[in-house]
């Protein structure tokens, strides 16, 4: 039994709450036990430079921290300048994202999902994944009915839940005490039809076997089909597939 | 009759919820209108180096706008830099909280309000000065329930709302099209005394003259009245005092 | 009476030298006692970005203190970085003068007045706004002889000063020690024909009446007729007027 | 057979030179193919600060590219910022050395790796990581010899190497063009006694099976092999453990 | 005969006026032709901190231009970032001014001397270097009557003067047009004993010989002689000598 | 004799490797003594904004020193910020390589030399200009080769070396220990046919006298003419004129 009560295997309580904020496109507030992430996904008709000439869209990702969503106070990253842990996780956001699109269907616009971390509780940038899933294809639904788009460019859902090895148990969606406390970390980014979009696994102290992988793997994906069915509920009349 | 249905001096519905960030000694959510900002004090013992020799605490603000608050996405004031609009508004937000407080009675104790706008119609910053009083008055009730401070240091509330001339009209508590029509904006600072903290008024196009600053300061103090009993009304059961 | 002499209404000694720097299209150098400060306007055919598809002209302002105009040196901010306080006072300047021009008239022209303080006293920001005016009238004199504007664009004179409570009385043009010693700090920017163009004042500590508020105004309103007076005489033989 | 004769699972051609920098406490310069990185360790007394109070040491690394070390050349650092993916990658080859030291060896000193990539052709970042790891062992050696540590605290070799899918064949050691073909890119960081370190795989495109996952962790680490014999090489006649 | 009617070795009428700022502790206006520079001398009891144990003072400059000193308006260094130039020549006059005074007398105390150029027309760092020595030294004198300095420190006056090559004739004391149609370019920094302290000397276009490099010096040689005068004129009655 | 068995006009062992980066236009590997410069020059079809509507390409350098080139590791710049001394340097060698080439050849082409310090033992600045000019003609070489460039635009080689009085002796091409112990310090650039492109010396201290200036001269020309040599050698066989 863990402190909280839940099980090895089980994932904390989850709500998305789809279409929160009135001036965007898309928007999903997520809420994984107390860690709680505002989602909103912004349609712009600007590229990047380097997509200029293609005929391609394009999805990217911003991460931040409220300053008073941890413990300790966190100063702001326009005083304190983006971290390299933030960039490393709104660069691990938008690959997810677009790795269930496909960009040729966005024609020329590109989606920013803005991730903003209102309570920190460990899992914040999975939560972000999960959510921002949400947001986008509230926003593809908006872009259909406003004819931007006019196939439905999602191949699939896309969601992510961390898991770790916790005195050699494998323990799934960790909070903040439980991952301070873990040996391995687990971060794992699938589809609903269980297909393995990203991965990262670190050694925290001890290096682990290809064994524990597989168990973690193992672990994760099952707390990962709940949150599916979770998007799936938030998304209910809300999307308009072409 | 305003396009909201609004009389010229009736100011927005308006509710606070006080406590709602799990991790802060104090924290406010107000929402007037479509204008919602999350306030959240901070409290540290550490005080500005100038400061360092004195027998005094500090209260400082930081205001953030969330990049889609806004109609059209704004960038990150991490990418872009804060801007001349953002120190301007938390210097404004710092010194009215200061008004307030005797410094001394807080020892060597600073406080951080975050004023962080979810979703922006007019008037975030009057709504950050309202909400960030509830989310100081918390903090420093927890403050006074651990013995960090003795005396309740605060000699009144402090709430603020804008005014503003609309084709000859005295309206007050203004959203985002109405501000944009006003020939003259007003961003009054009051106690619930009736004193004057701050008083900013600015023409847009044309100047105006010394009777119409006093019919418009006067619209505001009505509106006023109203913000200070919801604030009342947001610490009830919360606020302990010395 | 005051430290220097001065009655409570009377301000300090004002010159102002007009054309004083050769390569500019308008220049400046405004003395308010021991304050002095360059203003000089620079007349340019870019206007902002935003303002590209308009039809207008634009007027900005910068301000900068040298790092030995006060009493113990203040880094460069090309060092420590551009404070909230230069940025609150630049876009003061700006919006007293854009409130004095018909933007349209510049066609599709913009000026930039750089106020730049040698030696400071207190009043910075008021002396600047009263320096900027002579600097712009004279730049747009420049614009007509060269045929780059057809038609005066001014409405009226602009100029602004500082006014305080100190120990209960109104005291006019404060020195820097009257500042500090103030508990209420009024800046007040108007036109020769008496309207408000901004007004802002704050509590040091004690929040004052509306009363009071209205009686700095009137000590304030007579200091800045001798302003406009001194304005005048030094853009005589200057300005051409269409 | 790959474009350069190599077959599936061979790695290119691998050489390291230890102790080529002549002011550092170790140096090693790694070349993979036309993958050369310098990768300079050097020993300091102090730690990081939120380190200062425990009785640990610390190692991190710092990653860069001159600017023609790619194809077109890219700006530096110093003026276009330290992108994202330049701190993900310096984060990552840290973590990797950490994992295989004892850092309460090595009392209160801080050792940096600074990973300069002279040349690219793909798997910068995991010859970083293999070069790092002779550099580290040779400072450490040093400090023995010096006194500065009493004890190897060293664990085990560490290596790290690439795999990608490419039209559903297992690669390893992916040269750059054979990257920007892959359909998957595996990073794998192991210790020469086979346990995992660190594992990141990401999808470019469609997402991947856990099974083939598999595969690609078992050619990498046949992969990995070969280059802890180069390691162990590079470092012979060089390391004095205690 | 140039084109403002000077012989090629004649230079441009200079005045310096010391101690016109008020606050500091020493400063001169240095005026040659159309080129003012204010210089400003700031003594402080902090040094840089690689000095902190040493036991001798430290002196610095630093160097602006207003953005309308220059024909067209240069944008700020606050805003622009500090430019390889500025930097080039504040490091200069640091260095001229170090070289005439025994750091050591100075115990711990450091001195900062502002160069800001008011209005630029060729020369403005030799000014700035001409001008900074005397308010270097009203800045001693002022030490030495409040003892804060024992023994006068400066072994020599200092200044600069720049030469060019123009169609193959040695100009002294350049404008801006002429610098520009100069083929070579030289800044000489001389005691007035005819000691060199510096010497930069850079063709523009073609290369030079060593013999025209001594006429250019010979040249400079002589307008130096007469700007020693001027600075022993400015500091008359105003420096006291230990 | 000097420690390291030199006589006073001897420089240090000199050696330059062309073409040893795969994917530049033009490299050198520079060794001068233990100072170590790895030189890359790039063609690019951009000029400098200011250089648009003119017929002319450009040339410029950067500079860099990697962290750990020096005895004491030195924080990148991309973290600390570009330093003033590495823009002065940088700027140095952009004009030594401009003044031997007519820019109007290179059509609207330009050329970024970037010199990165591996190993530095004084005299860095020097050793990268020479070795720029071998990077700079072999790119050229490539430019004729590729029918970019028609006419060799180079008129001379350039190469710089150092030279400086220790204890009243004349020393050329010091090492970091003698620089440091130096009283004055030359660096001269020339042409293989004995012309002056730039002369920089300071004073370390004692100022000097214009003699001994003509004897450094002496020293370092004697110098360079063993450089010219090297470089000579160096582009044997690799430089292909028009």
Redesign the interface.
């Known amino acids: 039994m863990r402190k909280d009560g839940r099980t090895e295997e089980e994932i904390r309580p989850c709500t998305i709450e789809c279409g929160c904020?009135?001036?965007?496109e898309g928007?999903a507030f997520i809420r994984v036990g107390?860690t709680h992430v505002?989602c909103?996904a912004?349609v712009?008709d600007r590229v990047p430079k380097w997509l200029a000439r293609s005929e391609q869209g394009w999805i990217t990702a911003?991460y931040?921290m409220?300053?008073?969503?941890?413990?300790e106070?966190t100063p702001?990253?326009?005083?304190a300048?983006?971290?390299?842990?933030t960039?490393?996780i709104?660069?691990m956001i938008g690959?997810a994202l677009r790795?269930?699109c496909d960009l040729h269907m966005l024609g020329t616009w590109s989606i920013?999902v803005?991730c903003?971390v209102?309570?920190a509780d460990g899992g914040t940038r999975t939560a972000a994944i999960t959510g921002a899933y949400v947001a986008l294809a509230q926003a593809i639904s908006w872009m259909i009915q406003h004819n931007l788009v006019r196939t439905w460019p999602l191949s699939?859902q896309v969601a992510a839940i961390s898991a770790g090895l916790v005195q050699g148990d494998v323990l799934v969606d960790l909070t903040y005490e439980e991952d301070r406390s873990a040996s391995v970390d687990l971060n794992l980014v699938?589809?609903h039809?269980?297909?393995?979009?990203?991965?990262?696994?670190?050694?925290e102290?001890?290096?682990?076997?290809?064994e524990q992988?597989?168990r973690l793997?193992g672990g994760a994906s099952k707390g990962l089909k709940i949150l599916f069915e979770i998007q799936r509920k938030a998304l209910e009349g809300i999307v308009v597939r072409s």
């Open positions: 904020i009135r001036h965007a928007s107390d505002l909103v912004s712009s911003e931040s409220l300053p008073r969503s941890t413990a106070r702001r990253e326009s005083t300048g983006v971290s390299g842990r960039q490393e709104q660069r690959r790795a269930v920013v803005d903003d209102i309570q699939a699938l589809t039809k269980g297909q393995v979009v990203e991965i990262q696994a670190a050694a102290g001890n290096p682990f076997s290809v992988l597989n793997i």
